[in-house]
Structures are given as structure tokens and as C-alpha cells.
């Protein structure tokens, strides 16, 4: 027996397909079981990175970062295979992202992103590959009898991860794994490759397992009952202990050393909480602060005109120190940049007469907002503070509240994107949850129960912001009584709770945009809806 293991193919909630994990009962669990640390390997994607990253680090584990994707087979374009990358260092994260990126980019059928095998070239350093067991292309070569395509199969992965590549184990239960298991373990030994062991972890608990088959038939569109749906899952795709795999694995005791091997390889420290700004252009033989104060006095001086009233010398002064007293402490903390950036593209919206609001939220209180046109709000007029906005003793990102109308908000985003280049400026993606009404409508459906009576249910469910099916219990007597008198309703409201708030989507906010210093993927993967509009992650 081993005294570890560490899980290294792990899917998230973020994998929007498949997966019950959520984040925080993940490292519950991992420390629970006095494991050293966990892979999270999400479909093609970083969603669930920095809240894994947070959570790994404060609860002393040891986070691993990862990606499971979907190949093409360049001899049969409907043939794919899956290859597990996993990130041993800031080298790594850089060409995952990239990877990721490109399948999202140029790598989208029917929906699913997926890579090429030659993308790698030149972008695996860094990266620690996995063959994805029976479901790689090396396992279906060798479950085929197709010795010598695992032959130059094994060359190809071993000229893009020399030392880093390993055959991949499962013992789940699922189809075919035996059959690979023998091939795979003698194909090794001839090769001197090195095996790991996964679980293909989809759940935290085995009783979560049909919870979790209901999630993939809600996201396939599918019943439990459809004789035709592939089940691809079983239940044995939990978060087993130490202890359990390697009462798996006791034949093939180096499968479980190496996933500890394996996680000694893999070191990354990201960094989280900095800002990093675009360059706005500043006129020659000026400095960027220079430039901010020279136009936000002269901005100053131009409001004075505008007012209705004329303002004495001792007023005018009275708004000249706190215009200096502000440019002092936004200078001084570094976001120069960004009131000039956010200056620019409100001031080329008004010019093409795009309907800008005056101002929302704590930023109206900075009178140099009001002063550059950002807000048309006079803080001083109105007794608002600047520090509600800024204040150096909280350092953080400031943030301005800005309304534009959706008949002319696309045209800012595509200035936006002209002015800063298309690969530096991105949407934000956003993610739709199962809430409490429609989670009730998709169990009710993949069980096979009627549309009356889910409709019917969920319209129990009072109407309001937050509402969760276990307020709506505790609130709603007569629905209590349903539920407990009636075993179909039962039925679908003990699963909607296990359900209830899991990622189910994601989708693109209407105005959040991010602004790169150099390209998006410098720092993020890029997600690309199929139509091809591309969104950052919400990092």
C-alpha cells in the first residue's frame, strides 16, 4: 500500500456537460482524506481556475492545473480521441492556454471545441501529458489490435512530451477498460513507459450518481429511460480515497507512486489581485501623469463655463484642491491609465451621439470623472465623496458604473477593439446556474413526469430574487404538503435539491469588456461561442 495518491483527472460543475463538483465540498474532501493536492481537468477550459487556485491555497493543498481535450484524428475527421494536459510550470499555463484557445478559435464542431495534434507543435513545453485510457487514441490503437498505430502513436506524443508523457489506467467499471488495462500494461513494460492512475472523477460521492446522470440528460436533452442514450458514466467516478485506489491498483503499485510523482512536477504560483493596464496613447515629450493632469485641470476649467451660476474665486478654488488632492492619489496609485482609457471611449460615444448615462455607484464622486466627462455629476454640489471611489488605505481596482444604450453599446465594444487591437480586447463570459423554478422543470422532464405537473411545481415556487428550493419549503406550506403526500413530486424535488445551483451555462455579459496590456491569451484562455463571438473568462 502507498501512503498517497493524488487525483489527476478531475471535472468541475465548469464543465458545463457532465460533473457534480463543486469547488469548495472538492477541498473539503482532499483535506478530509489528507491528500496532498488535486488536479481540476474541466472540458477545454479554465472556468473553475482562480476559485480553484483560492480555495486550493488556503486550505494547504496543492493545486494542479489541467485541461481534458477532445482530438481529431487528422486520417478520420470523425474519429476523436482524449488527451489530458496538465501544467507543470508558467511555460505550461501559457501554451494550455493557447491550446485552448485555438480549439475554441478554429477547432468548434457542432458546438465542441476540439484540437488538432499538431497544435502542439511548439507549444507543449511545460506540459505533462496523460494518453486519456481507453478513450486516447494509444488505448483505442491497442483495444483495436493496432499495434503498430500505438507504435508511432507513442513516438508522436514522446517527440512533443519527451519524459512527460504517461499511459493512462482506469479501473471504473465502464466498457472495454479491462481489455485496454492488459494491453496497455504490456505495450508499457515493452516501451519502458511510465503508467498513472485515474479515477475520472465526475462526483464527490458514489450515492451522487444518478444526480449526475440527470445533469448530463439535461444537458443532452435526453430522459434517464431513452433506451438510445449513451451511458457513458458510472458509479464508481467518485472522489475515491487513498486508500480505495490503491486497493484498486495493488497489482500496479507504481500507477499510484507516479500520481504523487506526477504532482511533485507540477508547480505553478499565479499571479492573482494585480492589475495590469493597457498603454494609453499620451502626446509626445509627456509623461502619462503629466498628460492626466494637464487635461483634467483644463476639463476643470471647462466645466466652470458650463454652470448655471457663476462661482466666486473662493469656490473655484474649493474645486481646484480637490481636483489636485484626487489626481494625487489616483496618480499615486497607479490608475492613470485607466481614467484615460475609460475617458476616451465615453468621449467618442458621445461624439457618435450614442446616449451615455450621467453616472452610477461610488465614481461619482471623483470630481476628476467629472472634470474628464466621465460622469456628469458634480460630486461637490452634491456632497459626494471621492473616497467611496478611491481610497489608498483599500487598495483596489476602481470601478465606474457606465450606461450606455443598447442600440450603440456593440459600436463602443468594436471602438473598443479598433483602438486596443481585436486580441487584446475581449467580452466577459458568464455563467446561467440551475435555479430553484427551472432546475424543478428539468428533472421533472429527464424523469419522464409530465409537463402539468412540473409546470404545475414549479410555479409553487415563489417568484422572487434568491429564491431556493429549500426557502420555498420552509415558506410555502401547501407545497410541503404536496410533496410529502405525493411521490412523484417527491421524486423530482429530491433531486432538484441535489441539482439546484450546479453551472448549467455559460453565456456573454451585455457591456463587461477586458482590455489587455498585450493579447487576452497572455493571460486567459479565449472562449468562442460557435457563431464565433469570443469572450475572456471572468478571472
Same mark, same amino acid.
Given at each position: 500500500?502507498?501512503?498517497?495518491?493524488?487525483?489527476?483527472?478531475?471535472?468541475?460543475?465548469?464543465?458545463?456537460?457532465?460533473?457534480?463538483?463543486?469547488?469548495?465540498?472538492?477541498?473539503?474532501?482532499? *483535506?478530509?482524506?489528507?491528500?496532498?493536492?488535486?488536479?481540476?481537468?474541466?472540458?477545454?477550459?479554465?472556468?473553475?481556475?482562480?476559485?480553484?487556485?483560492?480555495?486550493?491555497?488556503?486550505?494547504?493543498?496543492?493545486?494542479?492545473?489541467?485541461?481534458?481535450?477532445?482530438?481529431?484524428?487528422?486520417?478520420?475527421? +470523425?474519429?476523436?480521441?482524449?488527451?489530458?494536459?496538465?501544467?507543470?510550470?508558467?511555460?505550461?499555463?501559457?501554451?494550455?492556454?493557447? &491550446?485552448?484557445?485555438? /480549439?475554441?478559435?478554429?477547432?468548434?464542431?457542432?458546438?465542441?471545441?476540439?484540437?488538432?495534434?499538431?497544435?502542439?507543435?511548439?507549444? @507543449?513545453? +511545460?506540459?505533462?501529458?496523460?494518453?486519456?485510457?481507453?478513450?486516447? @487514441?494509444? %488505448?483505442?490503437?491497442?483495444?483495436?489490435?493496432?499495434?503498430?498505430?500505438?507504435?508511432?502513436?507513442?513516438?508522436?506524443?514522446?517527440?512533443?512530451?519527451?519524459?512527460?508523457?504517461? !499511459?493512462?489506467?482506469?479501473?471504473?467499471?465502464?466498457?472495454?477498460?479491462?481489455?485496454?488495462?492488459?494491453?496497455?500494461?504490456?505495450?508499457?513494460?515493452?516501451?519502458?513507459?511510465?503508467?498513472?492512475?485515474?479515477? =475520472?472523477?465526475?462526483?464527490?460521492?458514489?450515492?451522487?450518481?444518478?444526480?449526475?446522470?440527470?445533469?448530463?440528460?439535461?444537458?443532452?436533452?435526453?430522459?434517464?429511460?431513452?433506451?438510445?442514450?449513451?451511458?457513458?458514466?458510472?458509479?464508481?467516478?467518485?472522489?475515491?480515497?487513498?486508500?480505495?485506489?490503491?486497493?484498486?491498483?495493488?497489482?500496479?503499485?507504481? /500507477?499510484?507512486?507516479?500520481?504523487?510523482?506526477?504532482?511533485?512536477?507540477?508547480?505553478?504560483?499565479?499571479?492573482?489581485?494585480?492589475?495590469?493596464?493597457?498603454?494609453?496613447?499620451?502626446?509626445?515629450?509627456?509623461?502619462?501623469?503629466?498628460?492626466?493632469?494637464?487635461?483634467?485641470?483644463? +476639463?476643470?476649467?471647462?466645466?466652470?463655463?458650463?454652470?448655471?451660476?457663476?462661482?466666486?474665486?473662493?469656490?473655484?478654488?474649493?474645486?481646484?484642491?480637490?481636483?489636485?488632492?484626487?489626481?494625487?492619489?489616483?496618480?499615486?496609485?497607479?490608475?492613470?491609465?485607466?481614467?484615460? &482609457?475609460?475617458?476616451?471611449?465615453?468621449?467618442?460615444?458621445?461624439?457618435?451621439?450614442?446616449?451615455?448615462?450621467?453616472?452610477?455607484?461610488?465614481?461619482? +464622486?471623483?470630481?476628476?470623472?467629472?472634470?474628464?466627462? !466621465?460622469?456628469? !455629476? =458634480?460630486?461637490?454640489?452634491? =456632497?459626494?465623496?471621492?473616497?467611496?471611489?478611491?481610497?489608498?488605505?483599500?487598495?483596489?481596482?476602481?470601478?465606474?458604473?457606465?450606461?450606455?444604450?443598447? =442600440?450603440?453599446?456593440?459600436?463602443?465594444?468594436?471602438?473598443?477593439?479598433?483602438?486596443? %487591437?481585436?486580441?487584446?480586447?475581449?467580452?466577459?463570459?458568464?455563467?446561467?446556474?440551475?435555479?430553484?423554478?427551472?432546475?424543478?422543470?428539468?428533472?421533472?422532464?429527464?424523469?419522464?413526469?409530465?409537463?402539468?405537473?412540473?409546470?404545475?411545481?414549479?410555479?409553487?415556487?415563489?417568484?422572487? *430574487?434568491?429564491?431556493?428550493?429549500?426557502?420555498?419549503?420552509?415558506?410555502?406550506?401547501?407545497?410541503?404538503?404536496?410533496?410529502?403526500?405525493?411521490?412523484?413530486?417527491?421524486?423530482?424535488?429530491?433531486?432538484?435539491?441535489?441539482?439546484?445551483?450546479? !453551472?448549467?451555462?455559460?453565456?456573454?455579459?451585455?457591456?463587461?469588456?477586458?482590455?489587455?496590456?498585450?493579447?487576452?491569451?497572455?493571460?486567459?484562455?479565449?472562449?468562442?461561442?460557435?457563431?464565433?463571438?469570443?469572450?475572456?473568462?471572468?478571472?
Amino acid at each position: 500500500m502507498t501512503e498517497s495518491f493524488v487525483h489527476l483527472r478531475l471535472r468541475t460543475e465548469y464543465s458545463l456537460e457532465d460533473s457534480l463538483v463543486r469547488i469548495k465540498p472538492l477541498i473539503k474532501n482532499v *483535506v478530509q482524506q489528507n491528500m496532498p493536492a488535486v488536479a481540476v481537468t474541466d472540458f477545454t477550459n479554465f472556468f473553475a481556475l482562480v476559485k480553484f487556485y483560492k480555495e486550493a491555497e488556503a486550505a494547504g493543498v496543492k493545486a494542479i492545473l489541467g485541461a481534458d481535450l477532445r482530438v481529431i484524428n487528422p486520417n478520420n475527421v +470523425g474519429e476523436t480521441s482524449h488527451l489530458l494536459l496538465l501544467v507543470q510550470n508558467i511555460i505550461g499555463y501559457k501554451n494550455l492556454t493557447e &491550446i485552448i484557445s485555438l /480549439a475554441y478559435k478554429d477547432g468548434q464542431r457542432q458546438g465542441k471545441p476540439y484540437i488538432k495534434l499538431d497544435w502542439l507543435n511548439g507549444r @507543449s513545453e +511545460g506540459l505533462i501529458a496523460l494518453s486519456g485510457g481507453v478513450n486516447g @487514441s494509444l %488505448g483505442q490503437a491497442l483495444i483495436s489490435g493496432r499495434s503498430d498505430d500505438a507504435d508511432k502513436l507513442l513516438k508522436e506524443f514522446e517527440s512533443f512530451f519527451p519524459n512527460r508523457f504517461y !499511459i493512462e489506467l482506469q479501473r471504473t467499471g465502464r466498457y472495454g477498460e479491462d481489455q485496454y488495462i492488459t494491453a496497455a500494461i504490456s505495450f508499457a513494460q515493452r516501451h519502458k513507459k511510465p503508467v498513472v492512475a485515474t479515477n =475520472d472523477v465526475v462526483f464527490i460521492d458514489a450515492s451522487e450518481f444518478e444526480a449526475h446522470e440527470a445533469r448530463v440528460c439535461i444537458h443532452e436533452g435526453r430522459t434517464l429511460g431513452d433506451p438510445r442514450r449513451d451511458k457513458r458514466y458510472s458509479n464508481q467516478q467518485y472522489l475515491r480515497s487513498t486508500e480505495e485506489m490503491s486497493t484498486l491498483f495493488e497489482d500496479i503499485p507504481e /500507477a499510484i507512486v507516479n500520481t504523487v510523482e506526477i504532482a511533485k512536477r507540477c508547480t505553478i504560483e499565479l499571479q492573482l489581485g494585480q492589475s495590469f493596464l493597457p498603454e494609453f496613447p499620451i502626446p509626445e515629450k509627456m509623461t502619462p501623469s503629466e498628460y492626466f493632469m494637464h487635461i483634467s485641470e483644463q +476639463g476643470l476649467e471647462n466645466r466652470f463655463s458650463s454652470f448655471s451660476s457663476i462661482l466666486s474665486v473662493r469656490d473655484k478654488n474649493l474645486y481646484r484642491e480637490r481636483l489636485k488632492a484626487e489626481l494625487k492619489i489616483i496618480i499615486e496609485m497607479g490608475f492613470t491609465g485607466y481614467f484615460l &482609457i475609460v475617458m476616451d471611449f465615453i468621449r467618442w460615444a458621445k461624439d457618435e451621439k450614442i446616449p451615455v448615462g450621467p453616472g452610477r455607484g461610488s465614481g461619482a +464622486g471623483s470630481l476628476v470623472a467629472f472634470a474628464l466627462k !466621465i460622469t456628469d !455629476i =458634480d460630486p461637490i454640489m452634491y =456632497d459626494l465623496l471621492f473616497e467611496r471611489f478611491l481610497n489608498p488605505e483599500r487598495v483596489s481596482m476602481p470601478d465606474f458604473d457606465i450606461d450606455f444604450c443598447m =442600440d450603440g453599446r456593440d459600436r463602443v465594444i468594436a471602438y473598443v477593439a479598433d483602438r486596443y %487591437g481585436h486580441d487584446s480586447v475581449s467580452q466577459i463570459v458568464t455563467f446561467g446556474t440551475m435555479a430553484a423554478r427551472a432546475v424543478v422543470r428539468d428533472v421533472a422532464r429527464v424523469q419522464g413526469k409530465s409537463y402539468s405537473l412540473a409546470d404545475r411545481l414549479s410555479k409553487m415556487i415563489p417568484f422572487e *430574487v434568491g429564491m431556493t428550493l429549500e426557502r420555498a419549503y420552509t415558506q410555502e406550506k401547501i407545497l410541503r404538503e404536496w410533496i410529502e403526500e405525493d411521490s412523484d413530486i417527491e421524486e423530482i424535488w429530491s433531486l432538484a435539491l441535489k441539482l439546484e445551483g450546479i !453551472i448549467r451555462n455559460c453565456g456573454k455579459h451585455a457591456g463587461g469588456v477586458v482590455i489587455a496590456p498585450t493579447k487576452i491569451i497572455d493571460f486567459s484562455p479565449i472562449y468562442c461561442d460557435e457563431g464565433g463571438g469570443c469572450q475572456s473568462y471572468s478571472f
